[in-house]
């Protein structure tokens, strides 16, 4: 890349801003420009590095003047900006590519619909208490390109979402992991679950024989797909099924075996810190990518019997008159609350909605029809989720705050129910963002 290149960011936050600093620190002519407001603990960062920004607004004569752009995963590709930049013929990339041409550093990249950030996690706390010196970055921690502006890790650990892999075209994953694709974020693939499941495969582009796939054998998409072509690259699948892989991982008699190139790993169930065969799943791609990274059979073994799940995940919050309260508040999809509603063998007072992302109910009608004795709908506008399911349970009610929501589905309970907060929507129509609808849950249910 050229020394004189002007750079445009689109995006002020985490990823934006760490993208900046890189750019700055390269020697790059870099400006950054947010067409809302930027948060404080980001501007005085920009103001500390003297990289000029806007926000509330873009100045198109500044910002189109420019060789390349780094564009923040949140925007999407059918803004008015994005549409001229693309007219211009300016490359238009996200922060991980960028990032990724300044680093030798080992990437191990991980996404799927559902799983990746405890499996990003859990494979981040394997590493780390093998005595690595890895980095946690992407869709969770902080941004890769300011830790790569910044930081000098040998491993990374990338939680990869769709949005970021559209903007991705030479970097390399040296181990991908796939966890599931099942239908989300379609109202930004046009309503395409083809275009979407495309978006999600990038995450092998650029593989050779090198690297290596780690993949979920059960999820009939990602298998298709991929025995419908030559891959080039090794090949790790992981299944709850008894099938004996040559190098992969599955059960057998209440055990995971995990098979790479060494010594087979095994552990039984019980002894996993995550239960629930969602958590199966996680464990099993976290242990194989901690193999392929020659990490002794007992540390994994430790790692996965002491790792502490997520806030915002299947998180027990409290125990109020004898009803169990659940925050599952990072359940932005349908596939998310299917393990949900499968895990748990209560009746269950569920708490759902927000905004929709192109949901089909239809795909857990019959785990609600089953395990709910009344839905507790928590958005603007619940239209869809009374249609699905308003013949289906006995009580179906209508909130629009969370303190409202934690007292109904409070009154609709009695002793040895669970109340499950797990929306299957996105929460930007009542909240900033997930944790904050996950933590006026919390709060409310500890006013009870």
Request: proline share 2%; with cysteine; hydrophobic share 40%.
């Amino acid at each position: 890349m050229k020394q004189n290149m002007k750079i445009t960011i689109l995006g002020g936050g985490e990823s934006g801003t760490g993208a900046a600093i890189l750019a700055k620190k390269k020697g790059f002519d870099v400006f950054l420009s947010d067409n809302g407001a930027i948060k404080d603990k980001y501007k005085s960062v920009l103001k500390n590095f003297e990289i000029g920004f806007e926000e509330n607004g873009h100045t198109f004569d500044r910002i189109l003047d420019a060789d390349l752009v780094i564009k923040s995963p949140g925007i999407p590709e059918n803004v008015p900006v994005v549409k001229m930049f693309r007219e211009k013929g300016v490359p238009v990339i996200s922060e991980i590519e960028f990032a990724g041409r300044y680093t030798q550093a080992k990437k191990i990249c991980i996404t799927g619909s559902n799983g990746k950030t405890t499996t990003t996690l859990l494979l981040h706390h394997i590493l780390e208490n093998a005595g690595l010196n890895v980095g946690l970055a992407g869709n969770v921690g902080n941004s890769f390109a300011w830790q790569v502006a910044t930081r000098d890790f040998d491993v990374y650990v990338l939680e990869i979402s769709s949005f970021q892999l559209d903007g991705m075209f030479d970097f390399k994953a040296d181990i991908a992991i796939l966890m599931n694709i099942t239908p989300d974020h379609l109202d930004r693939y046009e309503g395409s679950f083809e275009k979407y499941a495309q978006s999600k495969f990038r995450i092998i582009q650029n593989q050779t024989e090198n690297d290596a796939l780690i993949y979920c054998y059960d999820d009939p998409v990602i298998t298709q797909r991929i025995n419908a072509e030559n891959q080039r690259m090794q090949l790790f699948p992981f299944s709850l099924m008894e099938i004996e892989f040559e190098q992969g991982a599955f059960l057998k008699n209440e055990n995971i075996i995990i098979k790479t190139h060494n010594k087979p790993f095994i552990m039984t169930l019980e002894q996993l810190a995550l239960q629930g065969k969602h958590n199966i799943y996680n464990s099993m791609a976290a242990g194989i990518a901690a193999r392929l990274m020659d990490i002794r059979n007992d540390s994994i073994k430790q790692s996965l019997s002491d790792f502490h799940n997520i806030p915002h995940r299947l998180e027990y919050v409290a125990s109020v008159h004898g009803i169990t309260f659940i925050n599952d508040s990072k359940a932005t999809n349908l596939n998310s609350t299917w393990y949900a509603l499968e895990y748990l063998d209560k009746p269950i007072v569920w708490i759902a909605g927000g905004i929709d992302k192109g949901n089909d109910y239809s795909m857990i009608s019959d785990l609600v029809k089953e395990k709910v004795k009344a839905i507790v709908c928590l958005g603007v506008n619940n239209q869809k989720l009374f249609e699905a399911f308003d013949k289906k349970v006995e009580t179906m009610v209508e909130t629009t705050t969370m303190e409202q929501a934690v007292i109904s589905a409070y009154h609709l309970s009695k002793k040895g129910d669970v109340v499950l907060l797990s929306p299957a929507c996105a929460s930007f129509d009542l909240f900033e963002n997930y944790e904050d609808r996950g933590n006026q849950f919390k709060e409310h249910v500890r006013a009870l």
